[in-house]
């Protein structure tokens, strides 16, 4: 439907909150309480409005890959430059984490656009910080001493002995703590001890510039320079690989040539994820599932002439390796960001810990585009439930901000991560007399279609028959702001 200047318009329908349902993440069986809207228009300024009323956003201009990310995109440089595959089980990423939707795509009948999220990004190493400071001191002090000196400590081989310094035995049965392994130490005190021996080489380092030096000595680099995500994501000698990838991006329509033509091997890339990751029955993830779930958006697709050449609306990004298709990441680039939907992939390929690596590279994507559009920084990668562990991860995406519940207005994710360790409800915004700047005042101007018409809601109350819908229509105004209940149709019936 079109407004009489043509413009498009957003249409939704809105559903009130039932009997709790199942949970995805936490599994409850009454856990998901649901308020939603379907749409059946939606324009990327309606959308990018509604999501700025309740996610998370991430300043995609600002971020830096954290240690964990940056071993997720090493790993796939190496394993295209060279062909390398990752054998390690404790490189902390060894196992793929969990996406949204954990039972079924189509689970929460309620949800305009149900959001799913990127595959949680990282694992904790098996081998815990304390191990890891141990193990570094023991190597140390054992290069202190001689050959003879550790053959005699340990009565070992050399050889053995070299072998316990990185591999810890388990004590033996009823002889008490295992003398081979060193006493444990606090992962405290070892921090000191590294600061300490850090100043104490950095004023030797001082002491030795002040002397002169005749011989002349290469530059040193600078090792505190920090690289970028996209610095990562290259590929040095890409004639030479060993392996080929291209990342395409497809807008979700069946008029686009690229969309059909790989619309076969996408669904069934999808079927195989599902049945493989989340344990659906063949019936529950065929191409009608796939197309109702991932392709049918009701976002219109919008082309400005002074936007970004690709449009704003829904898009499917495509990761092809080797000309074999092994990944889709579904996102829905807005006005002033890009919005993460779902990500499926090949589980064959799932040592590459490609849900991380996707989400890294969507990050990259976002700062591609706001090099063309400035205001488009932000990149938002759905909601974040502090006290569930499968959605947590998103907060070590930084810098994070989350949306204060209540003033709607965005706080650093550090400020708000201590008061949700006290109540999983809180308002985050500090000023208590600051509230919500597009709070609900006019309630009479709410736009509602009812019968094929476009009228105010002061006199749709008029017209409508039977018994009062108001309670539903002022919590629909509520949520979604005054801003957009005015420019929106809410549909009644």
Not at 201 to 218: G, H, I, M
Request: hydrophobic share 30%.
């Amino acid at each position: 439907m079109a407004s009489a200047g043509g413009a498009a318009l957003s249409i939704l329908e809105y559903f009130g909150g039932e009997d709790g349902n199942r949970c995805g993440y936490c599994k409850s069986e009454a856990g998901n309480l649901s308020h939603g809207m379907w749409a059946h228009s939606l324009t990327v300024q309606d959308y990018q409005d509604l999501i700025d009323r309740g996610w998370r956003r991430l300043s995609a201009v600002n971020y830096q890959p954290n240690k964990s990310h940056k071993k997720v995109l090493k790993k796939m440089q190496k394993f295209l430059q060279f062909g390398e595959v990752s054998q390690s089980a404790n490189d902390g990423i060894s196992v793929e984490p969990m996406d949204s939707q954990a039972d079924s795509p189509v689970s929460c009948k309620f949800s305009f656009r149900d959001k799913g999220e990127i595959p949680e990004d990282e694992l904790k190493p098996l081998t815990t910080e304390v191990e890891e400071a141990e193990k570094q001191h023991v190597e140390k002090e054992m290069e202190k001493n001689t050959e003879d000196e550790r053959h005699k400590e340990h009565g070992d081989s050399i050889e053995t002995a070299k072998l316990k310094t990185t591999v810890y035995s388990m004590p033996n049965p009823g002889k008490g703590a295992d003398t081979t392994r060193p006493p444990c130490r606090k992962a405290k005190d070892v921090r000191k001890e590294r600061r300490l021996q850090k100043r104490l080489l950095q004023k030797a380092d001082q002491t030795s510039s002040e002397q002169p030096d005749v011989t002349p000595t290469a530059p040193k680099l600078k090792s505190s320079a920090i690289k970028s995500v996209e610095e990562f994501i290259d590929v040095l000698d890409a004639e030479n690989a060993a392996h080929r990838l291209e990342v395409k991006l497809v807008p979700v329509s069946m008029e686009d040539p690229e969309f059909v033509a790989s619309f076969e091997s996408s669904a069934a890339l999808y079927a195989k994820y599902q049945m493989s990751v989340h344990k659906d029955l063949p019936y529950e993830c065929g191409p009608e599932e796939f197309t109702r779930f991932l392709c049918d958006s009701p976002l219109e697709l919008d082309t400005p002439p002074d936007g970004i050449s690709c449009g704003y609306g829904s898009f499917h990004q495509q990761y092809w390796l080797d000309g074999k298709i092994v990944a889709v990441g579904v996102i829905d680039i807005l006005p002033y960001c890009v919005s993460s939907v779902y990500l499926y992939y090949d589980p064959d390929y799932s040592f590459l810990s490609l849900g991380v690596y996707s989400a890294l590279r969507e990050i990259a994507f976002t700062r591609e585009l706001q090099k063309k559009a400035a205001d488009l920084c932000h990149y938002y990668m759905g909601f974040y439930i502090y006290s569930c562990p499968k959605m947590r991860y998103k907060g070590q995406y930084k810098p994070s901000q989350l949306l204060c519940p209540e003033s709607y207005s965005w706080v650093p994710i550090e400020k708000c991560t201590p008061l949700l360790e006290c109540s999983k409800y809180s308002r985050f915004n500090g000023n208590a007399k600051e509230g919500d700047k597009d709070r609900l005042t006019e309630l009479s101007r709410i736009r509602v279609l009812h019968k094929r018409t476009v009228m105010p809601y002061s006199i749709y109350k008029k017209r409508r028959k039977g018994p009062s819908d108001e309670t539903v229509v002022k919590q629909y105004a509520t949520l979604v702001g005054q801003t957009c209940a005015e420019r929106m149709l809410l549909y009644r019936t």
